[in-house]
């Protein structure tokens, strides 16, 4: 809550870390943010055919989980996304559900006894205590997902939503899931949970606890539920995207919108194919993905905590709503570890699948960090070749020319980096972090000059302006003075006017009497104190 008080920006992990690391650090994080998105459309539309098979015995599991897939693809190319109306629809009509549920259990076990889970406690299967309570744990933390999906897209939500989310989940999950899990085991016995129900439990309890209406019921509820986590995903996954691509982390290609409905065409259909080729490799086992799932939320979590310390650190003059004390980021980074730790030592390969998809997802991104440095070496050999093999020369030359264009123009486009006042010492370290994290070689520095300030002050910068550009001879560097004080009016005019995004700005971390939000800034990264 304290993050995205702070920094209510689009992009979760990635936002806080990218105004508060450095730009590879926060891509590195995203990554396993699109690991989980992919994961969690692939599980999520598989368990939801899954459970709709427990009502339609001769549906077709694999080519429905496709049809999911597509159909959640096309309301999100129509410019359907998440209805606040639905979502408490569903989620009103699925605690209603759970409720049910939990009170036929009840019943059913007034009845009929605890039986199953002493038999499954005295089995000679049953781990120790000790080692049953870690791995269970590991498999409790995973029962608390999905609210990081809700940092993704906040921008898009009321001031307070985001914290009123959070408590109304940890309401429901700190209630309900130890009370469906202690009834699940006092009703269906470890062995079967294990060996048929691992995928569709509750509708099994339904079934044991209260016939086959609720069996239905459960079943069909768990479908509509899933199926709200698959179009869950392509939001979270677009509004990620859509940042990344800003930040220039993914190519802008993406950033494309069509004429129609004005929605990202390439990321959705990009989502979806990447789903639905990953669902037919695996031949329709989610198990492995559930595993990548497991340590990419983990990961993300730890990763959270992190920036929130990084963020008390470096950016503590940033208004918030919320100060979390530090004590309890600390506990709960550790007791995420824990759950980590829990779920990697009970399946050791689980590490291995996940770092091989992080691999290829860490790869993708890692081009758009290394094309620059990629084309100058493949510009160097193909000028070689055109000097001294005469009979490419016609072919390579055309070539040549597109790459060098292409070069120039990359490092020509300019960035900014908004002055106060004549601070040489965050000019440099902006300049410093620009040549670590962004291809430009021209740097604008901006500084709003209010009427009753002297003249001294942006004299002053012009001239630190100076110095700086001999000390950087690759940069090329100018001052920009703007009429008016700052405010993020003249901030969007000055990107309009200049042609220059928002997201290509920089600044140093305000001071506590900054009476804007950062978020008002449109996408202005904090780089330095």
């Not at 370290?429 to 604008?444: C, R, S, T």
């Not at 000059?449 to 630190?464: C, D, F, R």
Request: aromatic content about 10%.
């Amino acid at each position: 809550v304290e993050v995205c008080s702070a920094l209510p920006m689009n992009g979760g992990t990635f936002s806080v870390l990218l105004h508060t690391t450095t730009k590879k650090v926060a891509a590195a994080a995203a990554c396993m943010s699109i690991l989980s998105y992919v994961a969690t459309g692939v599980v999520s539309a598989s368990e939801a055919v899954n459970y709709l098979h427990e009502i339609w015995d001769g549906c077709p599991v694999e080519w429905l989980t496709i049809a999911l897939l597509l159909f959640f693809a096309v309301l999100n190319l129509i410019g359907i996304s998440e209805s606040a109306g639905a979502a408490l629809l569903i989620f009103s009509v699925h605690l209603l559900t759970l409720t049910s549920l939990a009170v036929c259990a009840f019943v059913y076990i007034c009845q009929n006894g605890i039986s199953p889970i002493i038999e499954s406690y005295n089995s000679p299967e049953q781990a120790p205590l000790g080692s049953a309570l870690f791995y269970g744990f590991g498999a409790a933390m995973l029962g608390v997902s999905g609210f990081e999906t809700s940092a993704q897209f906040i921008e898009e939500q009321k001031k307070g939503v985001f914290a009123l989310t959070l408590r109304n989940m940890w309401v429901a999950v700190a209630i309900i899931n130890p009370i469906l899990t202690l009834e699940a085991l006092c009703i269906v016995p470890l062995s079967d949970i294990q060996q048929s129900y691992h995928l569709t439990l509750l509708a099994r309890m339904g079934e044991v606890s209260g016939g086959s209406i609720l069996h239905h019921i459960v079943a069909l509820d768990a479908f509509l539920v899933l199926s709200g986590a698959v179009l869950t995903s392509y939001v979270g996954v677009v509004g990620l995207s859509r940042r990344l691509a800003l930040d220039r982390c993914l190519p802008e290609f993406l950033l494309e919108t069509n004429s129609c409905r004005n929605t990202n065409h390439f990321i959705i259909i990009g989502f979806f194919l990447i789903t639905t080729s990953m669902y037919l490799i695996l031949q329709g086992d989610a198990s492995t993905l559930s595993k990548v799932y497991s340590v990419s939320f983990l990961g993300l979590m730890i990763t959270f905590c992190i920036g929130n310390l990084m963020l008390k650190l470096k950016r503590g003059n940033l208004k918030r709503d919320t100060i979390a004390p530090v004590w309890s980021v600390v506990l709960g980074m550790i007791m995420v570890t824990l759950g980590l730790a829990s779920t990697a030592v009970k399946e050791q390969s689980i590490l291995i699948v996940f770092f091989v998809y992080y691999i290829i997802s860490a790869f993708f991104v890692g081009i758009m960090f290394a094309r620059m440095h990629v084309l100058k070496q493949v510009y160097g050999f193909m000028n070689w070749v055109d000097d001294y093999c005469l009979v490419c020369t016609t072919n390579t030359s055309s070539i040549l020319t597109s790459m060098e264009e292409y070069l120039t123009k990359e490092r020509s486009r300019p960035v900014i980096f908004l002055v106060k006042g004549d601070n040489v010492c965050a000019m440099n370290k902006a300049v410093l972090y620009i040549q670590d994290n962004e291809d430009a070689h021209h740097i604008k520095f901006v500084h709003f000059e209010t009427p009753l300030e002297s003249k001294t002050v942006s004299e002053s910068i012009e001239a630190s302006v100076k110095n700086l550009g001999r000390v950087y001879p690759k940069f090329k560097m100018d001052l920009v003075v703007v009429e008016g004080k700052f405010s993020p009016k003249l901030v969007m005019m000055l990107s309009e006017q200049l042609g220059i995004p928002r997201n290509h700005m920089f600044m140093a971390c305000p001071s506590s009497n900054f009476q804007e939000t950062v978020a008002s800034l449109g996408g202005v990264r904090i780089i330095t104190h």
